[in-house]
C-alpha cells in the first residue's frame, strides 16, 4: 500500500511529518530536514515559515505583521522592555533605553493606568504628569477628550491619530490650552472645539515667549468674547504646518481665527480659513511682530463691524503676505479681503496674492492701505470681481503719508467700485506698472494714479479663463501666451520672474510666484 516502513506504525502515507529524522509521510522531499525556501533552515530548524525566506530563526524583526524572528511575537520589537514597541502607532522614541517612552492616551484606557500601549491613560492632564524626561511625547488614540491643560516652560510634543477622529474639547466657557512661560508644544492630527473663552483665544492661548506649533490640526467652533476666536497670541510664536484648517471661529472684538499681538513669529504654511468672523479681521488680525505666511486659502470669512474681511495688519513689524488666495471675503468698513492700517515695514511684501468676489462696505474691495502712514510693497497680485462701496475695487490707499509704499506689476479687473486703483493725492507711494480692466464705472485709476502714466495701462490682461459670474472657481488667473501682461512689470532684476525673465504683471510673476 506503499508504506515505506512496514516495521514502523507512524509511518504510512499521509502521516504528519515531524522532526524526528524519519521519512513519516513516505514522500521523498519535503521531509523535516528541507530547507524549501532557502534560508538556510528547514522546520526542524527552527524556520517557522519554509515558505518564507525572509523568516527564520534568528531573522531580524521588522514591522510587517509576521513572526520574522520566529520567536513567537509579531512586530514585537520592544527591546528596552518598556512596554512600547517601535512598530505601535505610538513607537518609542528610544527603544534602547527603558525610560525613554512616549505615554498613550485612549478613551478605553484608565486613570490609574500605565500609559502604554496595552494599558493607556484616558485623560491628558494624568499623560502630561507622567511624561518621561526624555521624550516628553504623548499620543492620544482615536476618540474625544474633554481638556483644560497649561503648559508652562517645558517642551511636549502631543501626536493625535488624526484631526478627522480625535478631538479635544474645551470644558463650557473655557479654554483647552494655554501655552506659557517659554514652553515649546507641538500638536499633531488633533481637532479643537467647543472653546468659549471670556479673554483673548477662545480654545488656545501662546503668551511669554513660548512657541506652539500645530501640524495638520482643525480649530473649529470656538469663540473668544475679546480677540483670537480660536487662538490668541501675545509676545510668543505659533507655526502653522501641513495644512491647517480654522473653520467657524468667531471673536466679538480682532481675529475670528486668529489673534496675533506682537508675535515673536507667525509662521504659516498652507493653512486654510473658512467662515470666521470677528468684529475686525474675519480670520486674523496682527498687530506688529514678525510674520511669515504663504500659500493660504481664505473663504468667507467676515469683518463684521470693521476693516480686513480676512485679514487686517497694523503697526511696526516684519511682513510677508505670499501665494494666498481669498474669495467671498466681506468687510462693512475698508479692505474686502486685507486691510493694512498704519502698517510700517519698508521690506515687507504683501505678492502673488489671488483675489476674487470679495466686498468692502467702503473702499478696497480686494486690498485696503489707510492710517496715518504706510510702508509695504504690494506687488504681483490678481484682484478680479471685487467690490467696493467706495473706491478702489482692486487696491485702496488711503493714506497721505505713504513714500515707503509700493504699488507695482499688478493686475486688477471687472471691479465693481468707483474706481479699480485709487490712491490718496500727495501719498508719494510708488505707483506703477500696473493693469486696471472693465472696472465698472470705466474709472481705472483715480487720485494720484492716472491710467497711462509711468506704465499704469487699462487693457484686457487675457486670463486663460476669466468669466465675471461670481464663481472664482470657473477662473484660471495664469496668464495667456498672448496677454500683454507677459514680461511687461517692473524691469528691476531683483523683480524678475522665477524663470529670470522680465517682471510679468500679476499673480504668476516676479520671485515669488509658485
Known amino acids: 500500500g506503499g508504506d515505506c516502513d512496514d516495521d514502523n506504525s507512524d509511518i504510512y502515507p499521509g502521516a504528519v511529518e515531524v522532526c524526528d529524522g524519519q521519512d513519516n509521510d513516505c514522500i521523498a522531499g519535503g521531509d523535516e530536514d528541507d530547507d524549501n525556501d532557502g534560508d538556510g533552515e528547514s522546520p526542524c530548524d527552527g524556520d517557522c515559515d519554509d515558505s518564507d525566506a525572509a523568516v527564520f530563526l534568528g531573522a531580524i524583526e521588522i514591522c510587517d505583521g509576521i513572526d520574522n524572528d520566529c520567536d513567537g511575537g509579531i512586530d514585537d520589537l520592544d ?86 477622529t480625535t478631538t479635544f474639547t474645551a470644558p463650557a466657557y473655557s479654554r483647552a490650552l494655554r501655552v506659557t512661560n517659554n514652553a515649546d508644544v507641538v500638536i499633531d492630527g488633533v481637532t479643537f472645539s467647543g472653546g468659549d473663552a471670556a479673554t483673548d483665544g477662545g480654545v488656545i492661548k501662546v503668551e511669554t515667549g513660548a512657541t506652539l506649533t500645530l501640524i495638520g490640526v482643525t480649530a473649529e467652533g470656538n469663540n473668544s468674547a475679546t480677540d483670537g476666536g480660536a487662538i490668541a497670541v501675545s509676545s510668543a510664536s505659533l507655526l502653522l504646518r501641513n495644512n491647517c484648517d480654522f473653520l467657524n471661529n468667531t471673536a466679538a472684538d480682532d481675529g475670528g481665527a486668529i489673534s496675533l499681538v506682537s508675535p515673536v513669529l507667525f509662521s ?3 493653512t486654510t480659513y473658512v467662515s ?58 475698508a479692505g474686502g479681503a486685507v486691510a493694512l492700517t498704519d502698517i510700517d515695514d519698508a521690506g515687507g511684501w504683501i505678492r502673488n496674492l489671488t483675489a476674487s468676489a470679495n466686498t468692502a462696505g467702503t473702499d478696497g474691495g480686494a486690498i485696503a492701505v489707510n492710517g496715518s502712514s504706510a510702508a509695504i510693497s504690494v506687488v504681483n497680485n490678481s484682484l478680479v470681481g471685487n467690490t467696493a462701496a467706495g473706491e478702489g475695487g482692486g487696491v485702496y490707499v488711503g493714506t497721505t503719508s505713504a513714500a515707503g509704499l509700493d504699488v507695482r506689476g499688478n493686475v486688477i479687473g471687472w471691479s465693481n467700485a468707483d474706481s479699480g486703483v485709487y490712491v490718496a493725492p ?74 529670470g525673465s522680465q517682471n510679468d504683471r500679476g499673480s504668476t510673476g516676479g520671485p515669488g510666484a509658485n
Open 79 to 164: 527591546a528596552d522592555g518598556d512596554g512600547h514597541t517601535l512598530c505601535s502607532a505610538t513607537g518609542d522614541c528610544d527603544d534602547n533605553d527603558a525610560n525613554a517612552f512616549p505615554v498613550v492616551v485612549a478613551d478605553f484606557g484608565s486613570q490609574y493606568a500605565l500609559g502604554t500601549d496595552d494599558d493607556p491613560y484616558d485623560n491628558l492632564d494624568t499623560a502630561l504628569a507622567n511624561l518621561d524626561q526624555i521624550c516628553h511625547e504623548v499620543f492620544v488614540l482615536a476618540g474625544s477628550y474633554e481638556v483644560d491643560v497649561q503648559i508652562s516652560g517645558d517642551f511636549v510634543s502631543i501626536y493625535g491619530e488624526s484631526a478627522a
Open 268 to 270: 504659516d504654511r498652507g
Open 276 to 333: 470666521n468672523s470677528a468684529g475686525n479681521a474675519g480670520a486674523i488680525s496682527v498687530f506688529g511682530g514678525t510674520v511669515d505666511a504663504r500659500d493660504q486659502w481664505f473663504g468667507s470669512n467676515t469683518a463684521t463691524l470693521g476693516d480686513g474681511g480676512a485679514i487686517q495688519v497694523s503697526g511696526g513689524g516684519s511682513y510677508v503676505l505670499q501665494r494666498a488666495h481669498f474669495e467671498f471675503n466681506s468687510s462693512t468698513a
Open 426 to 499: 500727495g501719498s508719494n507711494a510708488t505707483v506703477d506698472f500696473n493693469t486696471s480692466f472693465a472696472t465698472s464705472t470705466l474709472v481705472e485709476f483715480d487720485g494720484a494714479v492716472t491710467v497711462d502714466q509711468d506704465d499704469n495701462f487699462s487693457r484686457d490682461p487675457r486670463f486663460v479663463v476669466f468669466t465675471d459670474d461670481g464663481v472664482p472657481g470657473n477662473d484660471d488667473l495664469d496668464l495667456q501666451v498672448s496677454s500683454s501682461e507677459r514680461d511687461t512689470g517692473p524691469p528691476a532684476a531683483a523683480m524678475n520672474d522665477i524663470d
